[in-house]
């Protein structure tokens, strides 16, 4: 090892203009977070296999008992009928927002609380901002992961119909990417809540089993009875539903919805309402340095 | 720490600011009681440290030290009083604070997943003068480890690589938190050797300990905290004060043991020797070590406050 380079290159460095304070590039370090938390991600092989694979195994168990042929038809027969693996796939996406963004974030901040690695992180120069671009990354590269696995699995291998218009595929990236967001804020907002990690992790199966039941993603959501309709109305997961059934299903599933219609408008309002809620209230929460 | 490299040495050595590097002032923290009441957990203490200085708390477990040290480093607000770190106020400090100092805290059990020299990578590239990993690696001396995953590590080999992480980004000001919990003696010998070729290099160093060898090796000053409160400060040389160490003779003779404690230690042993005509038995002479001197001031600190960790100083003031 040549200490003199070391040394060298040291005291260039020291040179830099001693009026300007040093200040860390946020979004650099942001995204060298979201190297380090992917590749860390990535080692946690059970985490992967659950998050990434949990979708396209649930449809294929679906299509061994319901069969692939087309028996799923809408209310009152207004349309085709169409296959399991079709009607299941947007709510599996939908499905799919919840585990990259509430299940997986809620845990790994819980623990990071817990173990010191926050408080490692914050005795060092790294803006609380780059840890949150690192998070978000890995949650970008989960959900975009899964949703292409699942989609190509659902395309090649279960021969499901994909939207050939580019406004469908428009309406499926906003309502992905806002659900996710608006999941990710929850699950962040979720572990800061928590009193250990074990409870976090114990926590968050809770919602992702409840909201997946009362949001259409096994059912269809016009069979709820009334009052589980309107409770389901005011969580995001709905309306990332109804927001992803109106790309996938055929034209004329809108009948089978309440009031007839996909009211596209109002799953944005929703799921924007939950990200704005969700980022308040880990604004008030997520301390950095953990607080003692 | 077997093969130990000290790192390379500054191209000059660091530039010592004027004054003090820390300044601690009456400072306080208080923490609630489980069953109600607030205790101080830090309790009025006031201390500074210079640049260069390598300073030791040395207390008993639960006297603070802790609480203090991260008060220093930014991660806990205090009550009261006030602390200053290279200028600033440390909690909630600005990146290019952070940047100047190193942290190795109590206990961590994070990043078990990444390799040694990986997570000192990720580390790196925080700061804007990192060592190199290498360089950084070789010096806790885990080189043979630098590409395990750090859950494999045994407890001692874990607690060199947290000293690592605090090392890398090239600090002027290194905090460590009860840095050798868990070393085996030659791992200990060769740390203390690593925070001696820091000091050198101009690093001012602020440790913890419940050891007292560490203390006396390493520290140019040390503070002897019990009950959140500074109960004595000085060199291991010097703390306590003359009287504590004024020279002891101990000896034998018909009536029994005798210990005597005396300024003129000669003449007292020229009186029970007769002159020298006579040898008393098992006769010594001998100074009290930092060790009798610190259970001394602890046993004085407890006669004088049975309670240590106090209800609000203030409290009986108040209406
Ligand atoms: N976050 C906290 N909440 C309540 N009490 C605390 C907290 N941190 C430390 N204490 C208490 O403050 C005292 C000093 O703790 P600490 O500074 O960790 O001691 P040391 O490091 O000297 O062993 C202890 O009695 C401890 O229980
Ligand atoms: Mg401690």
Known sequence: ?292 | MNALTSLSTQPTKRVREDGPIIGVEQLTKSYAKPKGGQFNAVDNVTFEVSAGETYAMLGPNGAGKSTTIEILEGHRKPTSGAARVLGCRPYKASPAFRARIGVVLQEATDAGELGVAESLRNLAVFYPNPRSVDEVVAAVGLEEKASARIKALSGGQRRRADVAMGLIGNPELLFLDEPTTGFDPEARRAFWELIRSLGQDGTTVVLTTHYLDEAQQLADRLGIIAGGRLIAEGTPTTIGGPEVRTPRVRWTDQEGRHEQITTEPASLIQRISDGGRREPELLEVFRPSLEDIYLQLLDHQKSVDPKPASEPRNRQDLP
């Not at chain 1, 003199?4 to 200040?23: E, F, G, H």
């Not at chain 1, 207004?78 to 997986?104: C, E, H, K, M, R």
């Not at chain 1, 974030?105 to 173990?115: C, D, F, K, P, Q």
């Open chain 1, 1 to 292: 090892m040549s200490s003199s380079n070391v040394t060298a290159s040291r005291s260039l460095n020291r040179a830099r203009d001693p009026d300007k304070p040093w200040r860390p590039n946020t979004f650099v370090l942001g995204c060298r977070r979201t190297v380090v938390e992917i590749v860390l991600f990535n080692r946690d092989v059970a985490s992967l296999f659950f998050i990434l694979l949990f979708p396209i195994l649930i449809m294929g168990l679906f299509s061994t008992v319901f069969g692939d042929e087309p028996t799923f038809g809408a209310e009152g027969d207004v349309v085709d009928p169409i296959t399991p693996a079709q009607y299941y796939l947007p709510g599996l996406i939908a499905l799919g927002t919840i585990l990259s963004g509430f299940q997986n974030l809620s845990g790994y901040v819980a623990a990071e609380r817990y173990n010191g690695a926050i408080k490692r992180l914050a005795g060092t120069p790294l803006p609380p901002l780059s840890y949150f671009i690192g998070k978000t990354g890995l949650t970008l590269y989960l959900i975009v992961t899964q949703t292409v696995l699942l989609l190509l699995f659902a395309g090649f291998v279960m021969d499901v119909p994909m939207p050939t218009d580019p406004q469908q595929w428009f309406t499926f990236a906003w309502v992905l990417l806002l659900s996710t967001g608006a999941w990710s804020m929850a699950g962040i907002a979720f572990a800061c809540l928590a009193k250990s990690a074990q409870s976090a992790a114990t926590l968050t199966v809770l919602p992702v089993l409840l909201l997946s039941f009362t949001s259409g993603v096994y059912f269809p959501f016009h069979r709820l009875p009334e009052w589980l309709q309107n409770i389901a109305n005011v969580t995001p997961l709905r309306w990332t539903a109804s927001g992803m059934r109106s790309v996938f299903l055929p034209e004329g599933w809108e009948m089978a919805e309440p009031g007839q219609a996909w009211h596209l408008g109002l799953s944005a309002v929703v799921i924007l309402l939950w990200l704005i809620v969700g980022l308040v209230v880990v604004r008030l929460t997520f301390k950095w340095p953990p607080q003692k």
